[in-house]
């Protein structure tokens, strides 16, 4: 990255790709485990929440995978989706117990990862706005999109409630809106800030025809086989767009970039409230303001004394509660 430490850096400088962001550390930046690189202006920035929502949307999976092969193989051989479309997609994996209830759990997360960057990315639009450096249309697009984008998301969680073999297009539809949405989030982010480059809008090209091929090829294959009994396409067709959309994930912060503009719009909007992280904790408990590392002796200080005892109590009952639960799910 170029970003140097100047307060007001120049649109040179100010050029920020994601390139070095390295896999896991988006997670650890938005959940307040490690600070930000002085490079990104000291600032948890909405491009570091749309990383990390894809690395844990690749977690999710891992993990919904792992827990079919192991529990449920049965399922991979033998579902709507395989029978229809000819392979297996990543859906698969979450579409059967026992691997529902890890991957719930895991949603959670997901899904307050992927608003959080809403919300914050709503919030520059507003600044930037405010400040003059992005006109009408780019402000109202950005905000409609954004809550289109919390809306996909949110509507994403019925795939948990409605399973391929209730309907294949509920099952499927959820997925296709959050397909759109996701195109219209990179979008729209590209456009609104002048450091996109050409290998971005190639990108962004290629990735609009995969979004819009995809969606096209789910309902009309649903419908093929429901007519005749084959397949609409061969199943490698399918199967190389729909990962190759899944690859598209992470790619996409290669060609994000931010301005000097977003730069001081995060820093007006979130440099005082950045610093209330766990990173710091051991310097809040001791009531300094510099920044310290993480330092677990000030936080067990702090938390287990007599007067939190009952909490303590209460929190670790519940979340054992919740791993029995889980467990016995698995188990079934």
């Not at 609104?192 to 819009?212: A, K, M, Q, Y």
């Not at 440099?271 to 000030?298: C, F, K, P, Y």
Request: charged residues 15%; contains cysteine.
């Amino acid at each position: 990255m170029s970003v140097g430490n100047d307060d007001k850096p120049t649109a040179a400088k100010a050029k920020l790709p994601y390139t070095d962001m390295v896999p896991g550390r988006a997670i650890l930046e938005v959940m307040g485990l490690v600070l930000p690189k002085q490079s990104e202006g000291g600032v948890v920035h909405p491009e570091t929440y749309l990383i990390a929502g894809s690395e844990l949307l690749a977690f999710m999976f891992a993990i919904v995978w792992l827990t079919t092969v192991i529990f449920n193989p049965g399922v991979i051989d033998d579902n709507p989706i395989l029978m229809k479309l000819g392979y297996n997609n990543f859906c698969v994996g979450l579409d059967s117990q026992p691997a529902k209830s890890p991957g719930q759990i895991l949603y959670v997360v997901l899904y307050y990862v992927w608003t959080r960057y809403a919300v914050l990315n709503i919030e520059r639009s507003f600044e930037r706005r405010r400040a003059g450096k992005t006109s009408r249309l780019k402000f109202v697009a950005s905000v409609l999109v954004d809550i289109f984008w919390m809306f996909s998301v949110t509507y994403f969680s019925l795939v948990w409630m409605i399973d391929p073999w209730m309907t294949m297009l509920g099952h499927t539809s959820p997925f296709i809106l959050l397909i759109f949405a996701r195109w219209f989030v990179i979008a729209v982010r590209m456009v609104e800030t002048p450091t996109t480059t050409w290998r971005g809008w190639l990108f962004l090209f290629c990735n609009g025809i995969v979004s819009l091929f995809l969606p096209y090829y789910y309902l009309k294959s649903g419908r093929v086989f429901d007519a005749t009994g084959k397949h609409w396409l061969p199943w490698w067709v399918g199967m190389s767009v729909d990962y190759i959309w899944f690859a598209g994930l992470p790619l996409a912060s290669l060609f994000l970039h931010l301005d000097a503009d977003d730069l001081m719009a995060d820093k007006e909007l979130h440099s005082g409230s950045d610093a209330d992280i766990l990173a710091n904790a051991g310097s809040l408990i001791d009531g300094q303001t510099v920044e310290l590392m993480w330092d677990a002796r000030h936080l067990f200080e702090a938390w287990f004394v007599r007067g939190n005892l009952l909490f303590i109590f209460l929190a670790a009952a519940y979340f054992t509660l919740m791993a029995a639960t889980s467990l016995s799910f698995v188990l079934q």
